[in-house]
Structure formats: C-alpha cells, structure tokens
C-alpha cells in the first residue's frame, strides 16, 4: 500500500497546478503497482479548501481510506517535537506530521510532493511524483 500525500491529490485534481502532470503520472503508474490509500487527514485538508463533501468522496473513491490512529497521532507529535523542540508556543502538529507518522505506523511506502523534513520520519520510504516514471523511487 502506498499512503499519497495531499500535495498530490491537490496537484492531481487541479489540471491548471505545476506539478499535475508528474503527479497524474505518479498515480497512474503506482496505481498498477500497489493500492493507493489517503488518509483522514487529506480528507480533512480537502473539506478545508471548501469542495463539497460528494465531491471529494467522488474524487477518492478509488482510494483506500486510512484513518488516523492513536500510533501514527504519538509518532506525528513526537517527530514534531524533535523537529521543533525550541517552540514556545506549540503551533498544531502539521497534517505532514500526522501522514508520515501515519505511513510510519502502517510500514507503507509515502507518494509526495512535499521534500521538507523528511528526516522527521527515517523508517518512511518516500517517492516522488517526478521520479515514478522514471524507474526510480
């Protein structure tokens, strides 16, 4: 199983984003490989960025949903505190956070656009819309 990002989802709905056609590529190609999964969390960003819920349910029916459990919510919260142990006032532990943690939890391979703090997550085995086509990943 493969948990996708919500910056690929994003790009992949949005034909007008940068990144649509390496991440409709991606997902084409994985697709054949592996089951595709999203997480609660996406579906939350989703809801957030105002689409209709018939909509979004439309856009991820192919989709294995995964919800967010306790593991993954102590994983996303300790990796944000590694990452950011100087913080004063605790900003809320980043949708990133709580999907790679979830990834870690589940031991499944993570689709993203996103290459920052990757390192908050080691045991994750991330791939990258741009490198599915090519061989790598």
Same mark, same amino acid.
């Given at each position: ?29 994985? $697709?054949?490989? !592996?089951? =595709? ?10 809801? #957030? @960025?105002? *689409?209709?819920? %018939? $909509?979004?349910? !439309?856009? =991820? ?10 593991? #993954? @919510?102590? *994983?996303?919260? %300790? $990796? ?21 943690? %979830? $990834? ?34």
């Amino acid at each position: 199983m493969i948990l996708v990002d919500t910056s690929v989802i994003v790009a992949w709905l949005d034909r007008t984003h940068e990144d649509h056609r390496a991440c409709a590529g991606a997902l084409e190609h994985w $697709a054949g490989q !592996e089951q =595709l999964a999203v997480s609660s969390v996406t579906y939350a960003e989703l809801a #957030a @960025g105002g *689409r209709t819920r %018939q $909509a979004v349910d !439309e856009d =991820l029916q192919d989709f294995q949903r995964m919800e967010l459990d306790f593991e #993954a @919510g102590w *994983r996303a919260g %300790q $990796a944000f505190g590694r990452t950011y142990p100087a913080a004063k006032d605790r900003k809320p532990v980043l949708p990133d956070f709580l999907i790679r943690a %979830q $990834a870690a939890a589940l031991n499944c391979r993570h689709l993203t656009n996103d290459r920052r703090r990757l390192r908050a997550f080691p045991e994750v085995d991330y791939i990258f819309p741009d490198s599915a086509t090519s061989g790598a990943g």
